[in-house]
């Protein structure tokens, strides 16, 4: 039968521990459980193929997060990290990271992944944040997949590519029974049963459209559409702070990391038209991308990220990484455009908007052992709200997630759900192949991510995005009554379309809730434009209730590093001042 | 609502002469994590099927017979 051809059809299996998403959390989740318990079940879902998906897909070139003893201590990084996010942080979560990373670095070295060192065989750890020092270089990065996907393979995880989950399952008292998913390239269903529940599922990277309108020219990996926060929300998990949204300095146009993290070390700096500093720091917080927005629309911009000054031996080298790991059609393109970084600078933009953890601070609400609001139900890497959590936070997290979740299938028996969920679900996701007329997915999404550019961009003003809201409730119609699936391809955009509305509406709804600014241009309300540490100083949890969109309060934990009040506003210092 | 196809320049690029998906080799159309990729019936080799490209490069870079080439897409080049 011919691929994405659509086939009717429904399965069920089981499982001790499901874990969703194969990029970089789910794969350690997966195998940690399984390490956990070597005789039970664990079962990693994919919607693409574990071998190449996810945000690490061609590898990655650095850990920009790394705790690495005599260079930086758990206390220093998570004071960093807390100031870095205005003080809205548990930093009983980023205190376990701190602590726990260090040993996995030592794990991903033993799974024959390379990282720099210097003369001495020491760890080669640069400094890029504020702060600290915490950015390990990895030249070789392009053979972190391969060397998962053996450890994976050996450990006989079930490996399930080209399913695509939908919605959770849950029992009557409220704990996780499993997730419906849907086969990408035939459309069959596939129910899983599972005691317990990873979501491993990335960023929700296609949010805004990109300015080359290329749709899926995301500076995330475009496979990340924002599937596991739909999910969760729709299964009762609360979320954490998604007003604080993703936005990123990139390579203008090609829309990847040009990247300051990798060539800054050596001496490369961020410069405005006039090939002047005017940010302190090149690490991303939102107020070095306050700083870095406000110079592009001064006058003084176009900015860039300035490396001619360098020896070419120098340059040679930082082109060795940028254009062979994580993003290696960066020198394609810079080839294209006629751009040598000896003699000519990197011309730099913002990107579009986005949830993603890895740089920002929202998510799926976990707590420090990644369990969700949901028993049974976890989540980890660039999804969950452990901030600033990078790869490395994916590879920890996820670790922590893998164990405690396989101590929980340990304990549980399966939870009962309703057969009428499956069947209701099976006919939200197959409704678009029903209809003979209508609008296909591509047009629906297109006009989605238009309206988020249009309405939701920072900064943001209350009045757009109450008209905001009602474009998008309106694409939402068209969506729910007339959006057409033709083949099982279709039908997986259809899907992904489904979770990029969930995303706009939540973006909207948090981001309306929190009245004052914070975190620079990721939360800059013109209507507030002031912190608010009286009113705000807490986290917001956004949660499916009764059936509505709700937002509630959330005190901050009491803090276990203190953060002195001279400390505080540290990050709020990022623009270089004129020195008389 | 009636439908009209769309032109568009796809960025991946397929040489037939060194493609051997009509071996039976679909490396490529199993690790693309967008999933754009098809095995042609008529000429029983790769191509892009779907417009939907990350230029991520696995594709090209898994190919056994460098058959497949990443370009950047046109909107963006």
């Keep these: ?580 | 609502m009636p439908l009209a196809s769309y032109q568009t320049s796809v960025p991946v690029v397929v040489d037939d002469a060194k493609c051997i998906a009509d071996k039976g080799c679909t490396v490529c159309v199993d690790v693309c994590p967008l999933d754009v990729l098809r095995i042609s019936d008529m000429t029983n080799k790769a191509y892009m099927a779907y417009d939907e490209c990350w230029y991520c490069m696995p594709c090209e870079a898994d190919c056994p017979t460098g058959a497949v080439t990443v370009n950047i897409p046109y909107l963006l080049r």
């Excluded at chain 1, 926060?229 to 998604?242: I, K, P, Q, R, T």
């Excluded at chain 1, 302190?280 to 900015?303: A, H, I, R, T």
């Excluded at chain 1, 294209?336 to 986005?354: F, K, L, P, Q, T």
């Excluded at chain 1, 028993?375 to 969950?384: C, F, N, Q, S, T």
């Design chain 1, 1 to 580: 039968m011919a691929l994405d051809q659509i086939v009717d059809g429904l399965s069920e299996v089981s499982c001790d521990v499901l874990v969703i998403g194969g990029g970089t959390a789910g794969p350690m989740a997966a195998l940690k459980a399984k390490l956990k318990n070597p005789k039970a079940n664990v079962v990693l879902l994919e919607k693409a193929n574990v071998k190449r998906s996810g945000a690490i897909s061609m590898g990655m070139d650095g850990l920009n997060n790394a705790v690495i003893p005599g260079y930086a201590t758990p206390e220093q990084y998570t004071k960093e990290i807390t100031i870095a996010n205005d003080g809205i942080v548990d930093q009983k979560a980023v205190y376990k990271y701190a602590q726990n990373c260090y040993s996995i670095i030592e794990e991903l070295d033993s799974f024959g992944i390379r990282f720099l060192k210097n003369e001495n065989g020491d760890y080669a750890v640069k400094k890029v944040h504020h702060i600290g020092t915490y950015v390990l270089p990895m030249p070789n990065g392009e053979t972190v997949k391969k060397a998962l996907y053996r450890q994976l393979r050996r450990a006989r995880i079930l490996i399930s590519n080209r399913y695509m989950a939908t919605r959770l399952l849950k029992s009557a008292d409220g704990r996780i029974a499993g997730a419906i998913s849907v086969n990408t390239r035939t459309a069959e269903i596939l129910v899983i049963k599972a005691k317990s529940v990873i979501l491993c599922m990335g960023a929700a990277g296609r949010l805004g459209l990109p300015t080359s309108g290329y749709m899926f020219g995301t500076y995330e990996n475009a496979a990340n559409s924002g599937d596991g926060y739909s999910m969760a929300y729709h299964a009762g998990a609360a979320l954490a702070n998604l007003e604080c949204y993703q936005i990123n300095p990139l390579i203008k146009d090609y829309n990847g990391p040009a990247c300051a993290y990798v060539a800054g070390p050596f001496g490369a700096f961020t410069a405005n038209n006039e090939g002047s500093r005017f940010i302190e720091c090149d690490y991303w917080s939102g107020q070095m991308m306050l700083e870095f927005y406000n110079e592009l629309l001064s006058g003084k911009g176009p900015v860039f990220l300035q490396l001619k000054h360098l020896h070419p031996n120098t340059i040679e080298e930082i082109e060795s990484t940028l254009h062979k790991v994580e993003r290696p059609t960066r020198g394609l393109f810079q080839q294209g455009r006629g751009v040598d970084y000896r003699n000519e600078s990197i011309e730099m933009h913002i990107s579009e908007i986005g949830f993603c953890s890895g740089h920002s601070a929202s998510g799926v609400f976990v707590d420090d052992n990644a369990r969700t609001t949901v028993p049974g139900l976890y989540a980890a890497g660039d999804m969950a709200s452990v901030p600033h959590n990078y790869m490395l936070g994916a590879f920890t997290n996820g670790s922590v997630a893998g164990i405690d979740a396989m101590e929980f299938a340990d304990n549980h028996d399966f939870a009962e759900f309703d057969a009428a969920d499956v069947a209701r679900e099976r006919d939200r996701v197959m409704a678009p192949t029903k209809r003979e007329d209508g609008i296909p997915p591509n047009q629906i999404e297109y006009k989605t991510r238009r309206l988020v550019n249009d309405y939701l961009q920072p900064p943001k003003v209350t009045r757009k995005y109450e008209l905001g809201m009602r474009r998008l409730a309106e694409a939402r119609e068209d969506m729910q009554e007339r959006m057409i699936a033709r083949n099982a391809h279709e039908l997986l955009r259809a899907l992904e379309v489904q979770s990029i509305m969930d995303c706009a509406d939540m973006a909207v709804h948090a981001s309306l809730y929190r009245e004052e600014s914070r975190w620079g241009l990721y939360h800059w309300r013109t209507d507030f434009p002031e912190k608010d540490n009286e009113n705000w100083f807490c986290h917001t949890l956004l949660s499916k209730q009764d059936g509505k969109m709700t937002s509630e309060k959330r005190a901050v934990e009491p803090y276990i590093v203190p953060i002195a009040d001279d400390e505080k506003d540290l990050y709020d210092k990022q623009r270089i001042r004129a020195t008389a």
